[in-house]
């Protein structure tokens, strides 16, 4: 389809989507009054369809200006939409076709319709909630297009709230730090107001507080600056993260909303200079029991409902596309940096509720230049790829390196079981290999043959992820594993048709081979 063949179809599919939004819900709203209540099902409905609407607008309004591979992503997602919608319509027209002397059990006409009518609305709700958790993502990356025409449609954004104010807020985060622009103010904040007690989080440096004004609750995720940067430079660049952070809807993004930083009197044990991220924790989860990190759940190996180990695989995907359209690479994702706090339905036993990345101990702006440096820790370098394994990493800091460890990962929630044990002395002693790496311990310990341990990853999810997680699952986490790999097996493409100046193509190649499919994995 030509370019502008393509754009006029764009335009209609969202205008027809549109218009049947509009029919729905006004036919919805016909019967909010009804016997059966359903007001708060059609507050819910206006609000989503009003994200709907204004999101659509947008996109047409700037089509020109969007990359093919996104107007690709785009056109799929819209028809989706159009097909979904098509469906509801016909299902509310078949309740308006309910001749009067109808009903259900003695029910009467008004009642039926009314009770119809509710099921109507909570299946659309549903399905159009579902079908954000997959637009979104693509949404957000809007906020990485450097192309200047798109500038002048978010100069007037509504309150940050709205679909396109919240957008722009993230733009504006991104904008600001690649022009070194200081105009939003200071994101320092005092030691003072994070001097109540401390709740350690096991197997992580983050801990839980209380601010010692007001009641709230936050999540303290101390950081050191990168190897060789100066103070000021660190200062630069831990400014930077919160701001990004600080556009971050925790529900939707995976991310913690960022409140501030604290920079800290200290220095770790190469001299850099620490900082101490301060997370505000969402009100619902303020008064469950304190989190654990994922690398706690699968020491403790207490079982779990496997749709509630899905549920924490398919958090910490859209984590790691949040990280990507926010403007960094985070370079430190394992166990130890996600955060699991439980269902507030349950009591005693913990149950998998949200789950949230941290661990910016290692964050860089995607666009700043890396020192190249690393470390010999196994158990670090276990999660990285082979190329950025070591002292001195061969490769530049990509995207794709977070989706490697994003693999292992996944691996280890599918075996549910910790790939590193820590030393029976405590605190000081060295870690070990689990059980599934006994194959691989000694080149591990050795720091020896980084691809042959990546071999065995693979040759791991390929042989045993089919019957415990699912053939599509599996095939995610070898998707994860392979994303840099030469050749036909790697489902991302080669390294250079990837490269594009403001990260969109690496974006959309995520949320297509990895984001969208496990949404279709099912159990």
Known sequence: MDPISFSLAVVAAADQCIKCGKYLVGKYEDYKHAELDVADAMLKIRSLWLKTETQLELITQIWNSIKPRLQEL?????????????????????????????????????????????????????????????????????GRMLDPAVKKHFQDAPQETSPTGRLSQTREAIRADLNHSDRRGSVFIERALIAGEHHPIPFSAAYTARLTIGDSNVLIDPMASGHGASLALAKLHVRDLVRRLSASDPWEFGLLHCRGVVEST??????????????????????????????????????????????????????VMFVHTSGFVHKSIRPDTIVVFPDTDIGAHFVIG?????????????????????????????????????????????????????????????????????????????????????????LLLAGKSAMGVKRALVTMAS???????????AELVLACLTCLDPGETNLFGKQRDLEDEDGIVVGVQYIEKILLRMDEVLI
């Open 354 to 442: 949200p789950s949230f990345l941290i661990g910016f101990e290692r964050f860089r702006p995607d666009g700043a230049q890396t020192m190249l440096a690393g470390d010999t820790s196994w158990e670090m370098n276990l999660y990285r790829h082979p190329k950025r394994q070591g002292l001195h990493p061969e490769e530049m800091y990509v995207m794709q390196h977070d989706i490697y460890s994003l693999g292992i990962c996944l691996l280890e929630i599918a075996l549910w079981d910790s790939f590193v044990l820590p030393s029976p002395g405590g605190l000081g002693g060295a870690a070990q290999p689990g059980r599934e790496l006994e194959s691989v311990a000694e």
């Open 74 to 142: 785009f056109y799929d997602l819209l028809g989706r939409l159009r097909d979904q919608l098509e469906v509801a319509k016909t299902r509310v027209d078949r309740v308006v076709a309910v001749p009067d002397g109808a009903g259900d059990r003695g029910l009467t006409v008004k009642k039926f319709k009314a009770m119809a009518y509710k099921r109507r609305i909570l299946q659309a709700t549903q399905d159009l909630e579902a079908w954000h958790s997959l637009f979104d993502p693509s949404w957000f990356l809007i």
């Open 266 to 319: 200290e220095v770790d044990d190469g001299r850099r200079p620490r900082f101490h991220l301060v997370f505000d924790i969402p009100p619902t989860l303020s008064g469950t029991c304190h989190p654990r990190t994922l690398r706690d759940l699968l020491l403790r190996k207490e079982p779990h409902a496997l749709d509630q180990r899905f549920q924490l695989a398919k958090q910490l995907v859209r984590s």
């Open 463 to 473: 042989d045993r992820l089919p019957q415990l997680m699912g053939r599509r699952y």
